[in-house]
């Protein structure tokens, strides 16, 4: 089936790397996302990257593929505390292209 | 240019009332998403539009909910008789495309906050 798992927390520290990983289980996907969510606020997205790749990078962000095994990182460098918010992993699949899966999301919150 | 806009922002409504939830998509974007996200959960895809095709209503939770969309732009969400169990937060996206042909992103709306007494 269809499922996409995410820690619920991750504090770190201001000026440090943020690291928010992301597990899923159908081997089918096609494009895999990143999402951020601002208290009160939609969802924005902030990357994604394709089934076939292993690596992504833009500017601070820099996201990781194992196929093997079916984990997602999404690196933040240099956290800031505008980087405070709640981020989503979510995949598309060839076999229902219609729907994205989310996962339940992690919030990341700075401390000083 | 205007984002995806979703109305009303904030929805008390007593149990077995019926409700409904408004969405302007991005003009031009022909793909519409509703989703619900309840307290501490992830995104649950609820309905997907694509243009003049047969909506793919995989996700409503029942028959008490429906949404449809006219004239390709505006979509409304039904929900009937609701329950205490519907309290969420509706959200509603467009994109440019059907994602699966490509990376077109989502555009979302800031959120309807439904909540049953």
């Known amino acids: 089936g269809e499922d996409v798992e995410q820690s619920l927390f991750l504090s770190v520290r201001e000026g440090d790397s943020s690291v928010i990983n992301c597990t899923y289980t159908?081997?089918?996907?096609?494009?895999l996302y990143w999402y951020k969510q601002e208290p009160g606020a939609g969802l924005q997205l902030l990357t994604y990257?394709?089934?076939?790749?292993d690596m992504k990078q833009d500017q601070r962000l820099t996201v990781l593929l194992n196929k093997k095994d079916k984990h997602l990182s999404l690196r933040i460098a240099d956290t800031q505390t505008g980087d405070s918010a709640i981020y989503f992993c979510?995949?598309?699949?060839?076999?229902?292209?219609?729907?994205?899966?989310f996962g339940s999301g992690t919030r990341l919150s700075i401390r000083p | 240019g205007a984002g995806v806009s979703q109305s009303p922002s904030n929805k008390v409504t007593e149990k077995g009332k019926d409700v409904e939830l408004r969405c302007d998509p991005i003009?031009?974007?022909?793909?519409l998403y509703w989703y619900r996200q309840s307290l501490g959960q992830g995104l649950e895809f609820l309905i997907y539009?694509?243009?003049?095709?047969?909506?793919?209503k995989s996700g409503l939770p029942s028959d008490r909910f429906s949404a449809e969309r006219t004239g390709g732009s505006v979509s409304t969400l039904t929900i009937q008789r609701t329950q205490q169990e519907d309290s969420a937060v509706y959200l509603c996206?467009?994109?440019?495309?059907?994602?699966?042909?490509?990376?077109?992103?989502?555009?979302f709306g800031p959120g309807t906050r439904l909540t049953v007494t």
């Open positions: 979510a995949e598309t699949f060839y076999s229902s292209a219609s729907k994205i899966i």
């Open positions: 996206a467009s994109s440019l495309a059907y994602l699966g042909t490509g990376s077109y992103e989502q555009y």
């Open positions: 159908d081997s089918s996907s096609t494009y």
């Open positions: 990257i394709f089934s076939n790749m």
């Open positions: 003009s031009g974007h022909t793909a």
């Open positions: 539009f694509q243009g003049n095709s047969a909506p793919d």
